[in-house]
């Protein structure tokens, strides 16, 4: 152990030429170093921004840390088993503000090799240099090292919760290196032995099942069972005063002959509240176990309720770490945070397999990850759960998606990743959404039962290894009997934008004669180049349903039968395009909306939706197919999350806060939201019936959030706004509300009473640590109109009154209502290098989205002056300020060109 000062420890590349002639040593020679240092300069490499050169190769790691969450930092020691391809002097590695005090390599034979280490980038490239060469072949790396605990929840990072520290990792995408020096990149799979040395009144946390703990006076060595080949990014730890609840065990079956234990982690305290997170867990291991075809790959599974995260959750191997709201809940929980802890669960399970057991072999191919995770999450939970209606939510994620996707700064899902912004860039919604929506219709064109199998042959045969996208859809079209389908899910996963599908249909002796033209589709504004695909189509009418893989060239095709004047160009959803049809067709699609299916319902709205915003239909049939909606739909067709969905309150809201509609016609617009689902929530009723099924509970809680927000109906806020303030003043221990309705009470309550309520509602947000409150807290204050009540609140997002990893609720809500969004970029610019400091440079990738609901050019030009001067230091941010800066523009150009008709349409329709 050794004692070295903190500072900086990142060197300027700039400054390189004055150090060791690396690119003599990264090529292994051994001529004299030149004197000159231009010449020195000329033959150094270009720094590895993206995938490490291949001459080392990481084999297997010994990690050795000492860990007191009560300091400001720790110690390591890190062995590295290590294969050299070739006679090397230096070779790049990863260390990101690492105090290394040692640095030697050790071979098979001969004595030790003292080296040089130095971060030569501030990503974390480092360099390990040496006076002489090393040998080709097997050798071990050893450095002694410190460094601080982060505080911006990346690394390996320091939490105070009520009182108590704690430590927690959060790895991925590339800070492991923050924690030891490593090779961090997923195609560097390996196993690791883990020791952690921390004080003895804390619990310690790993990967796997302890092998041995070992009493050091005031100190514990705990020792792990080594793990199974993994990549850096999926290591965990979690040090601290943690209570751990037993789970019990998910029995051996036909995929696997041992038990696999189960445990809860969680702050001091709170364990007990964890019960019902963990009772959905064996539940869930088991559907995934029953679809792949395969037993869990890991030792054990801990589930840890993590104070403060960055993430939502993360799939470390057998421990994952999740934020505290999706596990911490009471009885009385709502019923929205119950769904979203098995929705989440199920997608980290997921990951045990996809991610876990087949990792990608590089970054541009994580969509495999997260695509797949956010596909599967929905099955498993439909499987544990059928009576909370999960059916639609990959649908729902699909349909929204295609607002981002139809950007001309859009992404295709297998991206080329060649920087750290490459890497930042790689988890957004094309990644989970996009690619969950491609997975799902590729599933619904070979058929459910098959596609699981070419699932379980994937898993197979890359199990414990790595694979690229090739690999997967290799292994999907052989098993399926389908090659023709590798062109077409290359069509979609190699290139971005979304397929238009023009449809025409005339009646013939022989049916209904389809002729399906294929373009881009393209919003009013938007320029996109012309591209092709072949697409999975699935049309039905008059009973019948046919599917073929479409051409760039059109299609021709015939559906049997008498002609069918309910023909549906996109059945249930399944396929990732949009349709326009010619106006009389659509006018037939919106009479026959009552009796559609729920999935073609929400299919319906989106594409009348997305044909007005394109110019291919009047703004009229936008009202008028939410008018033939309203009695008959549910839950799913309301739905908002505020971040990712464009469904139908989403629509409305879209309309109101960026200015779209005048007074006028905002005040029309809230007269037909009363007028046309009024109606539907008092016959549902505020209070919940005994034994409701739940998809009555969640269209209650959509309807009460339209009427509140959209519909300011008097009627609705009210009574919710009274029993908001009775909530409040028990102290949360009374509501006569369902759970599901207190977030918009509390909403209510900031419309009717404005600041004495606001400050009552503040006071109860600073006395609590329940994230949920909090972020329900935050919501309804978003809704504030009182400037002082606004920036009292964002006053407080600078101290730990609202931790750092709930600044993302302040953004996500404040930033979506006209008077709060004003008052949040005010804030956020002067009080800029505060928040850096408290998000760091590497997590402000998201904060041009402060502007995404800016419909004018002050708003688009103030977000690129603001950010502009700012890309180089801020990772992640260009290409969401390219997004938002192009979001704008969409919307000025649509205001433009359908601002006075929308206005109009609405007018006529209240």
């Not at 999350?641 to 006028?664: C, K, N, P, Q, Y």
């Not at 609590?768 to 997002?797: K, M, N, P, W």
Request: aromatic fraction near 10%.
């Amino acid at each position: 152990m050794f004692r070295v000062p903190f500072g900086d420890p990142m060197i300027s590349p700039r400054l390189l030429v004055s150090l060791l002639a690396l690119a003599l040593a990264l090529t292994g020679c051994s001529r004299n170093v030149p004197e000159s240092a231009n010449a020195a300069a000329a033959k150094v490499p270009p720094l590895p921004l993206a995938m490490l050169p291949r001459d080392v190769v990481p084999m297997h790691y010994r990690l050795a840390l000492t860990v007191d969450p009560e300091r400001e930092g720790f110690t390591g020691h890190a062995e590295t088993d290590v294969t050299f391809s070739k006679p090397l002097r230096a070779f790049f590695l990863h260390g990101q503000e690492l105090q290394v005090g040692r640095v030697a390599v050790r071979t098979g034979s001969g004595p030790e090799v003292t080296g040089r280490y130095l971060q030569v980038h501030d990503s974390g490239i480092a360099t390990v240099s040496f006076d002489q060469a090393l040998r080709a072949g097997p050798a071990t790396l050893v450095v002694d090292y410190r460094a601080r605990f982060n505080r911006s929840l990346s690394g390996l990072y320091k939490v105070i919760s009520r009182g108590d520290s704690y430590a927690f990792t959060q790895f991925e995408n590339t800070d492991a290196r923050r924690a030891f020096p490593s090779f961090d990149e997923p195609g560097f799979k390996t196993p690791f032995d883990v020791t952690i040395i921390a004080p003895s009144a804390d619990k310690v946390i790993a990967n796997t099942p302890v092998l041995s703990r070992t009493e050091q006076g005031s100190m514990t060595k705990w020792v792990f069972e080594p793990t199974k080949p993994l990549p850096t990014y999926l290591i965990a730890l979690a040090v601290g005063p943690l209570d751990l609840v037993d789970a019990g065990d998910v029995p051996p079956n036909q995929y696997r002959r041992y038990p696999v234990h189960l445990r809860g982690v969680a702050a001091r305290g709170l364990g007990p509240k964890l019960k019902y997170a963990l009772s959905l867990t064996p539940a869930v291991v088991t559907a995934l176990e029953n679809y792949y075809h395969t037993g869990y790959p890991f030792q054990k599974l801990d589930t840890l309720a993590v104070p403060d995260f960055s993430a939502g959750a993360m799939e470390n191997a057998g421990a994952i770490t999740y934020r505290e709201q999706l596990l911490l809940m009471d009885d009385n929980a709502p019923l929205e945070q119950r769904r979203q802890s098995l929705t989440v669960q199920a997608h980290e399970i997921a990951h045990q397999w996809f991610g876990d057991l087949v990792t990608p072999r590089w970054w541009d191919d994580i969509w495999l990850n997260e695509s797949f995770a956010t596909w599967m999450e929905y099955k498993a939970a439909q499987a544990v759960r059928p009576d909370q209606d999960y059916a639609r939510d990959t649908l729902i994620g699909s349909l929204g998606v295609m607002r981002l996707d139809e950007l001309p700064s859009a992404r295709r899902i297998h991206n080329p990743v060649n920087t750290p912004d490459d890497i930042d860039n790689a988890f957004d919604d094309i990644t989970y959404s996009k690619g969950s929506a491609v997975l799902s219709m590729f599933e619904s064109f070979v058929g459910p039962q098959e596609f699981q199998k070419g699932i379980h042959a994937y898993l197979t045969k890359y199990s414990y290894g790595t694979a690229t996208a090739e690999d997967f859809i290799g292994t999907i079209a052989q098993v399926t009997g389908h090659p023709e389908i590798v062109l077409a899910f290359r069509n979609f996963i190699d290139q971005p934008h979304i397929p238009l599908l023009e449809t025409k249909a005339a009646c013939t002796g022989a049916g209904t004669s389809l002729d399906v033209r294929e373009t881009v589709y393209r919003p009013i504004g938007v320029i996109l180049p012309e591209q092709h695909w072949h697409v999975p189509v699935c049309i039905e009418g008059g009973g019948n349903k046919l599917c073929r893989l479409s051409n760039p060239r059109g299609i021709q095709l015939t559906l049997p039968g008498t002609c069918a004047a309910d023909l549906f160009p996109n059945v249930g959803g399944a396929g990732y395009y949009r349709f326009t049809v010619p106006e009389d067709h659509w006018q037939t699609l919106l009479h026959s909306a009552p009796s559609l299916s729920a999935a073609d319902q929400l299919t319906l709205f989106h594409n009348v939706n997305a044909a007005v915003r394109a110019g291919l239909a009047p703004a009229a049939d936008l009202y008028a197919v939410i008018a033939q909606l309203a009695p008959a739909s549910d839950w799913g067709l309301l739905y908002t999350d505020r971040h990712s969905t464009f469904d139908l309150i989403d629509a409305l809201h879209d309309l109101r806060v960026t200015g779209v509609l005048t007074a006028g016609g905002l005040a029309a617009q809230q007269q037909f939201v009363r007028r046309y689902f009024g109606p539907r929530l008092r016959q549902l009723g505020l209070l919940a019936r005994e034994g409701e099924p739940a998809s009555d509970a969640m269209l209650r809680a959509q309807l009460a959030q339209l009427l509140v927000d959209e519909g300011r109906d008097p009627a609705v806020i009210a009574p919710l706004a009274k029993a908001a303030r009775a909530y409040l003043e028990s102290a949360r221990k009374q509501s006569s509300l369902p759970p599901e309705l207190r977030q918009e009470a509390l909403r209510a309550g900031v419309i009717a009473e404005s600041t004495p309520f606001e400050n009552l509602l503040i006071e109860a947000m600073q006395k609590s640590d329940d994230e949920y409150f909090i972020q329900s807290a935050i919501y309804a204050l978003a809704g504030a109109e009182d400037r002082g009540t606004l920036d009292h609140v964002l006053a407080l997002a600078l101290t730990p009154q609202i931790r750092t990893g709930d600044l993302r609720y302040v953004q996500r809500y404040f930033g979506a209502e006209p008077s709060a969004k004003q008052a949040l970029w005010a804030w956020f610019q002067a009080n800029f290098p505060a928040i850096e400091r408290r998000l760091s440079r590497y997590g402000m990738g998201a904060t041009p989205d402060i502007q995404k609901f800016g419909c004018d050019e002050a708003s688009k030009a103030g977000l690129h002056n603001f950010f502009g001067p700012k890309l180089r230091e801020l990772e992640g941010v260009p290409r969401v300020l390219q997004e938002n800066e192009e979001r704008i523009g969409r919307c000025m150009a649509f205001k433009a060109a359908k601002g006075a008709e929308l206005n109009a349409a609405v007018m006529a329709a209240r």
